[in-house]
């Protein structure tokens, strides 16, 4: 079992939906959970943190967290061809130590 | 407020050459971590250090990989004797405190002739 798994897509919606991207993770004890946005050829960006069960939201972007399920999600809203990108869930290792564990990411296609 | 810095953008090197890859964090940022990614593969977790500690290096190849943060100037990663294998994206991350959000340069592009 990976420690950090997301289904690689990729994901196709129509400009304007809903994509939500998921996640799970194998290490119980992880308590910092992270998405960024992969561009090709750049560099990863922030999208969100979250450290608590629950939704968190940003502009249109919503991170989802349940530890007892071992699962983050991203809901971005309104979807932009520009958010066409890979997305790359990060969740911290064992002993949090500032070591982040990436899953292979999900590429994400906005159609106009 | 400058970002993540890294240099060199690109760099090639020939089989058996030294690669030194730079790496000055965010202004005010202690907490410098180093990423490989392989083409098309995800983003892998080398090593972590504080200004003079070398804090995780679990995920450095046990030969020729080395990185340092000293008290003054950049952190390096530096790779000994490279082979064609080691051609990829190596990132350097910071953040303020080891538990909130790292923020990530632009990458240098190593490759190997």
């Known amino acids: 079992q990976k420690e950090v798994e997301q289904n690689s897509g990729p994901l196709s919606v129509p400009e304007g939906a809903i994509a939500s991207l998921n996640c799970t993770y194998s290490?119980?004890?992880?308590?910092?959970f992270f998405w960024y946005r992969q561009y090709s050829g750049k560099s990863p960006e922030l999208i969100m943190s979250?450290?608590?069960?629950g939704d968190k939201e940003d502009g249109r972007f919503t991170a989802q967290l349940n530890k007892a399920s071992q699962y983050v999600s991203l809901l971005i809203r309104d979807s932009q061809p520009s958010d066409s990108a890979t997305y790359l869930c990060?969740?911290?290792?064992?002993?949090?130590?500032?070591?982040?564990?990436f899953g292979q990411g999900t590429t994400l296609q906005v159609k106009p | 407020n400058a970002g993540v810095m890294q240099n060199p953008r690109h760099l090639v090197r020939r089989r058996g050459q030294e690669a030194r890859l730079r790496c000055s964090p965010v202004?005010?940022?202690?907490?410098v971590y180093w990423y490989r990614q392989l083409p098309e593969e995800g983003l892998k977790f080398m090593v972590y250090?504080?200004?003079?500690?070398?804090?995780?290096e679990s995920g450095m190849p046990k030969e020729r990989f080395s990185a340092e943060f000293p008290k003054e100037g950049p952190s390096i990663l530096r790779i000994q004797q490279v082979v064609r294998g080691d051609s990829a994206a190596y990132f350097c991350?910071?953040?303020?405190?080891?538990?909130?959000?790292?923020?990530f340069g632009d990458g240098t592009r190593l490759s190997i002739l």
């Open positions: 991350a910071s953040s303020r405190l080891v538990d909130q959000p790292q923020h």
């Open positions: 290490d119980r004890g992880s308590q910092s």
């Open positions: 979250i450290y608590s069960n």
């Open positions: 990060a969740v911290n290792g064992p002993g949090n130590t500032g070591k982040l564990i």
């Open positions: 202004k005010g940022h202690s907490h």
């Open positions: 250090l504080q200004k003079e500690n070398i804090i995780d």
